[in-house]
């Protein structure tokens, strides 16, 4: 159940802040790189197991 909600996160902050166009990749972040940080961690966990 930890695994679902880790990739509920994932789809939660990704979409919203990354913006990727033809033209460059603009990371629109209004959060701290520590919850980008701890959200990689746990991503890295999963793929790990």
């Given at each position: 159940m930890e695994n679902i909600e880790?990739?509920?996160?994932v789809?939660?902050?990704?979409?919203?802040?990354?913006?990727?166009?033809?033209?460059?990749?603009?990371?629109?972040?209004d959060m701290g790189d520590f919850e980008l940080?701890?959200?990689y961690e746990a991503v890295k966990k999963l793929v790990d197991e």
């Open positions: 880790i990739l509920k996160r789809n939660l902050i990704t979409p919203e802040n990354i913006h990727i166009n033809s033209f460059m990749y603009e990371p629109i972040l940080r701890d959200l």
